[in-house]
């Protein structure tokens, strides 16, 4: 009897290790080394004042609560036909609970959600990724949006092509729907188009998908409205226009895998907002901003969420294992197995809220 052979697409466990931590590890590594480099650290601190405090803090906590409702929102609009219990509070908390493992790695904080989304909406693993992803999908397209419209503010020159930009990538979006939900066959691309992970973009009402589209719009309007009250707390004037585009930048550079999101973000907000601040002024404001957003989110995660944290924490575990439904939950090729042990169980009492 011949020997099994190993599924060459399957990544060896240290490979796996190396793309969770240590090309994070690296990448962090590298931003740390160039601020070093390149910046006096000694002069961070005279920029951190209670005047700067008093304006950053409330700009944060407003955003952290007005994004969450956002969020809590976007998650019961896209699930709303899956389980009635499934309420605007339910999403709230299970948000929060993303948000603990979403500190240390981006991917980690998106998987939790999806197995959370899936446990608690009572959807499969699939359809719960294809939330997360459509989600993911707008926020990206309202970005770069929001880069093309802030150029087009920024330079009257080439506003026409700047505007074009930003219509490309309309429809880009909107292509890629249509052609998800096209009533025509697309050939071989059937199969992919049928894919339980494109459930949600596949099958939501037109309506839906506008709120969406508005939903996130608003999200990502409020983040540049506190990355511009951040740069003011530390007397970086900027005008809107230019912080529409360059904090854009931020956020996609904070999008980079790297560990708690530290080093990518640093170095763009120190190069991108060069012309209207020292370095080490700047730095101190991005060092600021993102240790508030972190202490934010895990408070958010253990105030709001406690159960749901640790049942996150307990199947982050199998995220990492295996890409596949766990035995017992919903879309699993076993679904009669045992679930995963109480501590990881949603609670039935007072879930519903």
């Known amino acids: 009897m011949a020997e099994p052979t190993a599924d060459a697409s399957s990544a060896s466990p240290g490979e796996n290790l190396w793309f969770k931590w240590g090309l994070p590890g690296a990448i962090t590594c590298a931003a740390i080394a160039y601020l070093v480099n390149t ?5 961070i601190t005279a920029h951190i004042t209670p005047r700067s405090a008093s304006i950053l803090l409330p700009a944060i906590l407003g955003f952290g609560f007005t994004s969450l409702a956002i969020e809590a929102v976007t998650l019961r609009r896209l699930l709303h036909s899956s389980r009635s219990d499934f309420t605007y509070m339910m999403a709230a908390r299970v948000k929060s609970a993303s948000y ?5 790695h981006y991917a980690l904080g998106a998987a939790t959600l999806t197995v959370l989304v899936s446990r608690r909406a009572g959807v499969t693993l ?5 939330v997360v992803g459509l989600v993911m999908m707008f926020d990206l397209g309202m970005v770069l949006s929001m ?19 930003l219509l490309g990538i309309i429809a880009v979006i909107a292509g890629g729907l249509a052609l998800l939900r096209a009533p025509f066959s697309l050939g071989p691309l059937d199969r992919i188009r049928d894919l339980e992970l494109f459930e949600s973009a596949r099958s ?3 309506r839906d998908l506008v709120e969406l589209a508005v939903l996130r719009f608003v999200f990502v309007l409020i983040f540049e409205c506190m990355g511009w009250a951040a740069l003011h707390a530390f007397e970086i004037e900027a005008p809107l226009s230019v912080v529409m585009v360059n ?33 080490e002024q700047l730095l101190a404001c991005s060092v600021s901003l993102s240790a508030s957003m972190i202490a934010m989110r895990a408070l958010m995660g253990i105030a709001f969420a406690g159960e749901f944290s640790r049942e996150a924490l307990a199947v982050s575990r199998t995220v990492e294992v295996s890409p596949h439904p766990v035995d017992g939950e919903p879309g699993s090729d076993n679904p009669g197995a045992e679930p995963l042990p109480s501590s990881a169980q949603p609670r039935t009492e007072g879930d519903q809220d």
């Open 126 to 130: 699939q359809r719960a990724a294809g």
């Open 147 to 165: 880069v093309a419209l802030g150029t087009a503010l920024t330079s009257s020159s080439a506003i026409e092509v700047q505007f074009g930009a």
């Open 100 to 104: 603990l493992l979403a500190i240390l």
């Open 204 to 206: 939501a009402p037109v």
């Open 247 to 279: 904090f854009s930048g931020v956020v996609l550079a904070s999008m980079l895998p790297a560990v708690a999101g530290i080093g990518p973000s640093q170095v763009a907000m120190v190069e991108f907002f060069a012309a209207y601040g020292a370095k």
């Open 39 to 43: 910046i006096d650290f000694t002069g």
